[in-house]
């Protein structure tokens, strides 16, 4: 997933490069790169999700990681695995109508017309992937326990 968001990312980069270069140097602007980065954009963060549920590398703040025990910790991480998995799925169930409304809809970009739903696309991706990535992850946990934090476990002595 990294490296295909990366790709994604080049993508961007270059196809920025490649639009500003036209515009300045040779008086001839790309037209609809605002809905080709849109979707990219889109793609981009969509595709990379599912690594970083995958890896378990959300975004934590440890305000009581310090101050309590190693099973402590590993409780509460797999409580928020849990609610994790709740919040994906239930955001999951929510986007299926604006979805399906984009759909039925065929509303289009401005220049390009590129149906509107297919931005979309990555974003179900992203969520379905998230949600199979989190039950990997919880399964692993369990049937393996949660890695160690080499700083805070040699704190404790565990």
Same mark, same amino acid.
């Given at each position: 997933? !990294? /490296?295909?968001?990366? $790709?994604?990312?080049?993508? &961007? @980069? ?10 300045? =140097? ?53 409580? !928020? /695995?849990?609610?994790? $998995?709740?919040?994906?799925? &239930? @955001? ?10 984009? =759909? ?55």
């Amino acid at each position: 997933m !990294g /490296l295909a968001a990366a $790709l994604v990312l080049v993508f &961007m @980069m270059l196809f920025t490069t490649y639009a500003v270069s036209m515009r300045n =140097f040779f008086d001839a602007p790309v037209l609809g790169v605002v809905d080709i980065m849109e979707l990219a954009l889109v793609a981009l963060i969509f595709i990379a999700m599912p690594g970083v549920f995958l890896r378990d590398e959300n975004v934590t703040v440890d305000v009581i990681d310090q101050l309590v025990s190693r099973k402590v910790r590993v409780a509460l991480r797999f409580f !928020g /695995l849990v609610l994790t $998995l709740g919040f994906l799925i &239930m @955001m999951m169930i929510e986007m299926i109508e604006p979805a399906l409304d984009k =759909f039925n809809e065929e509303e289009v970009t401005m220049t390009l017309e590129i149906n509107r739903f297919i931005h979309w696309i990555p974003i179900i991706f992203g969520f379905v992937v998230s949600i199979f990535a989190t039950i990997w992850v919880i399964y692993f946990y369990a049937r393996h326990g949660a890695p160690k934090d080499p700083k805070l476990d040699a704190e404790f002595g565990n």
